[in-house]
């Protein structure tokens, strides 16, 4: 536990321009009697920096419109609209990301994957196919963690680590290694049972639950990533902090 650092009470002499306003803002709380500004925890930094890999509240938007515009307007009025619809919104999608100078890849991805789930649903026949897609690809990235564990080569470490300032040679940190592996089993069983409820709701035709998954579970697996890169990053302090044995002196007989 880290010890509050000692403040001084004592009124300063002089305040510089930083100071005058901290203090007219301290004194305006007191007199409208609202509560000391908080600072934000290391949690809270790390789910709002997981908003903003998603594009903040704009991308999530952005990424969730065509999906929701194609279930709505196949509810409305059947499966024609609901390509109108989804065709509408993806292009838009795709110009607001340019707009916003996002990735050109990332921005012409997230047309590619509107334009293949309705091409699947097109030679279906079924609005429920538009999901298809979606939802067989959990298990594509469950092969993938379950193959890299079985490497000893956990794939959250492969990814995480550069982002976490943690040494190259991971492989060789105890206490990093089993960091990443409890990373890689828990994102696993969370593709594991996205991938259930996703074939259950598939099969039912629950197409407004496979709709708030397609929007809801990539946050999700966000906040699982940040959490990932910050307690990687505390781990990889603190073995950078502690003290390293020197060279041993020679010994004489």
Known sequence: MVDSPTVDTRRPEHTGPGEGATGASARARRVLGLPDPVERSEWRTAAHRALERLGGPV?????????IAFVAADAAAGLGAAFAALGATAVLGCAVRLARRESPGAAIA???VAVVCAAVAALTGEARAFFLP????PAAFIAAYV???IARRPLMGIVVNPLAGGPRAWREHRDLRRVYTLSTLVISAM???????????YLEGQLAALAALQVGVPVLFAVHFALTVLIARRVAGRS???PH???LAPTHP
């Open 240 to 242: 950078a902090a502690a």
């Open 134 to 137: 979606t939802t067989l690809l």
């Open 147 to 149: 193959v890299s564990l």
């Open 245 to 247: 044995p020197g060279p």
């Open 59 to 67: 991308g999530l938007a952005v990424a969730a419109a065509p999906t």
């Open 110 to 112: 997230g047309l590619l």
């Open 191 to 201: 593709a594991g049972a996205n991938l259930l409820v996703r074939v259950a709701f």
